[in-house]
């Protein structure tokens, strides 16, 4: 099962970037309610199928994440968070996460900075960016983007690499694929103002083609590889 689901959505990177005449993006497994059994299932599908490439998952709540992390410790896998970042669970994300992919106020990076432990490399970040839905209340607006990027890269335990969105669900493909470009636009900027900018994390289970045809770098995919959330 595992295995012919990660079968499947590699497929579909490989054919999207080809259609799209772009390298393939990086894969995140969307690891959010699923048993550290699970995960560690998942990722011997993906090392069969991809070599050596890390396995990365997606978490969205710090305290869920902890305990498989620290279940599956020793195993080499990459976790990023992705979830909305409480400024109270930065203290533990920074201990936590190799990845933090929804910095979004000011607060974060110094908070951040402050709890990244010494014996770990600098912590990535992306910017996330609310690019399209007017009611959430999370990622900041475009216009704060440069912003938050000067203030991440001005500290040392910080490593900005880029951006992040999560479009509104949107049916009309159009709209949606809309925003990706929008970001790709702020990313493209980015690039020209920081070093080091390589992430553009845009696209999911339903939409990743989309996002893969407007730049995408990394693809956050949950459902269509553990199967719908219960
Ligand atoms: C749950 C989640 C995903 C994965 O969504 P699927 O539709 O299951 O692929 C990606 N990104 C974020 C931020 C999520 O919360």
């Given at each position: 099962?595992?295995?012919?689901?990660?079968h499947e959505v590699l497929q579909r990177i490989d054919n999207a970037s080809h259609a799209a005449k772009r390298p393939p993006p990086r894969l995140l497994a969307v690891s959010k309610t699923r048993a550290s059994g699970e995960v560690a299932a998942l990722a011997a599908a993906w090392r069969a199928r991809a070599g050596a490439a890390a396995a990365a998952f997606?978490?969205?709540?710090?305290?869920?994440?902890a305990a498989k992390i620290e279940?599956?410790?020793?195993s080499g896998f990459e976790w990023h968070l992705i979830g909305h970042l409480q400024s109270n669970k930065a203290a533990d994300a920074a201990r936590l996460f190799d990845w933090v992919q929804t910095v979004d106020r000011p607060k974060l990076p110094p908070l951040l900075a402050r709890h990244r432990p010494d014996d770990r490399?600098?912590?990535n970040v992306l910017i996330q960016v609310n690019i399209d839905d007017e009611a959430s209340k999370h990622g900041c607006a475009p216009a704060e983007v440069e912003a938050l990027a000067a203030r991440i890269s001005g500290q040392p335990r910080l490593r900005l690499?880029?951006?992040?969105?999560?479009?509104?669900p949107d049916p009309d493909p159009a709209r949606r694929r809309?925003?990706?470009?929008?970001?790709?636009?702020?990313?493209?900027?980015?690039?020209?103002?920081?070093?080091?900018?390589?992430?553009?994390?845009?696209g999911m289970s339903d939409d990743?083609?989309?996002a893969i045809a407007e730049g995408a770098t990394m693809v956050r995919v949950g459902t269509a590889l553990f199967g719908p959330r219960q």
């Open positions: 099962m595992l295995a012919n689901a990660m997606g978490e969205n709540y710090v305290q869920e994440a279940a599956l410790r020793g490399p600098r912590l690499r880029g951006l992040m969105a999560i479009p509104a809309a925003a990706f470009a929008a970001m790709r636009g702020l990313f493209d900027r980015l690039g020209l103002q920081h070093d080091g900018i390589d992430t553009l994390s845009i990743l083609e989309l």
